[in-house]
């Protein structure tokens, strides 16, 4: 099992500009979250799949920050347009059945900088 | 609104030491308690976790205490090790599966 996927690993990009992270969960995974992580707040949710179906996006800063599965082995996240405030580390994590006993797993992140 | 909290950003310890990590919740409505720990340049990874119907769990080397009343849950290392050495994020769930983290302590533990 290659684990929770994401794309790019960096991303840098100006001000203004369209960015759009990728995340292909655990195969027969099917619940599917999106964090941030700054080092004021740790990690964020920012919202969460189930079965392809979004739960719960309360935690998406701004109208500029959507997210999509449009099927179970793939999700976007995408910020347009782009502020500095944005940088940030985003992961992916994945889980079965939402058994928290196990533990989400996570992807290595996308380190995103708009300069 | 932080519903999780780590109020030491960071910690030292000597190897072989113990060290305790801590976190603080406001949710009373969470049930679930985890601990994952993350090296640089890499996703957090599952360590240890405790139900709130139980006060201890033990792994190893690594121990989760909770106290609901007090809600406050800490994470014992014994002995540490320099491979310990990284930011340890608290977390907790309730009912709906989605997971709140506090902002992470960075562990160094010292040769």
């Known amino acids: 099992d290659a684990g929770v996927i994401q794309s790019p690993r960096h991303e840098v990009t100006e001000m203004g500009q369209e960015v759009t992270l990728r995340c292909k969960p655990i195969?027969?995974?099917?619940?599917l979250f999106w964090y941030r992580q700054t080092m004021m707040r740790g990690l964020e949710l920012l919202i969460y799949?189930?079965?392809?179906?979004?739960?719960?996006d309360s935690g998406m800063p701004e109208d500029r920050f959507s997210a999509k599965m449009p099927n179970a082995s793939f999700s976007t996240l995408k910020i347009q347009p782009s502020e500095p405030r944005d940088s940030a580390v985003y992961f992916c994590?994945?889980?079965?059945?939402?058994?928290?006993?196990?533990?989400?797993?996570f992807g290595s992140g996308t380190r995103l900088t708009v300069v | 609104d932080q519903q999780v909290k780590q109020n030491s950003p960071s910690l030292s310890v000597q190897e072989g030491r113990i060290s305790i990590l801590n976190c603080d919740y406001t949710n009373s409505m969470f049930d679930y308690f985890l601990w994952y720990k993350k090296y640089p340049a890499e996703g957090p990874t599952f360590l240890i976790s405790i139900s709130s119907i139980k006060d201890k769990n033990e792994d190893g080397r690594f121990t989760v205490f909770l106290n609901k009343s007090a809600k406050h849950l800490s994470l014992h290392i014994v002995p540490s090790q320099p491979g310990d050495s990284a930011v340890y994020f608290c977390a907790a769930s309730g009912w709906n599966n989605d997971m709140r983290f506090g902002a992470g302590t960075r562990l160094t533990v010292k040769p």
């Open positions: 994590a994945s889980s079965a059945d939402g058994r928290i006993v196990y533990g989400y797993t």
């Open positions: 195969s027969g995974h099917d619940y």
């Open positions: 799949f189930n079965n392809n179906v979004p739960i719960d």
